[in-house]
């Protein structure tokens, strides 16, 4: 197990499908992320593929062994998408599958290609 290195941490797929949004609450979620924090997430998803919900940190070089960290800035999301009236009839579930597609649908708007 020591010669491993984790990349990043294998993303579960859930059975459950992303609710559909509006372009008005991806609007919400881009002003409060902030073009600095669309910026991190745009370079999660170039590196990761998508953006990731556990990044495995590598602590080889300091002879610390690798584990996964989970994205508190995804709880950071899903409790500010708790706040917003057209996010209320959500289930937790709907939280867990949606946030992810709501911040690639934001930086999609800022950094078009």
Same mark, same amino acid.
């Given at each position: ?33 902030? +073009? *600095? ?16 919900? #556990? !990044? ?25 998408? +708790? *706040? ?16 992810? #597609? !709501? ?11």
């Amino acid at each position: 197990m020591a010669d491993k290195v984790f990349i990043s941490a294998p993303v579960e797929v859930s059975p459950y499908s992303p609710v559909p949004f509006s372009d008005d609450l991806v609007e919400k979620v881009r002003a409060w992320i902030g +073009r *600095r924090g669309l910026r991190w997430f745009r370079l999660l998803r170039h590196r990761h593929g998508e953006i990731p919900l #556990a !990044i495995g940190l590598n602590y080889q070089r300091k002879g610390m062994p690798a584990h996964v960290i989970h994205l508190q800035e995804g709880m950071q999301i899903r409790n500010f998408l +708790r *706040r917003l009236p057209e996010c209320a009839e959500w289930s937790y579930e709907n939280f867990s599958d949606t946030w992810q #597609a !709501i911040v690639s649908a934001a930086i999609d708007k800022e950094f078009p290609k």
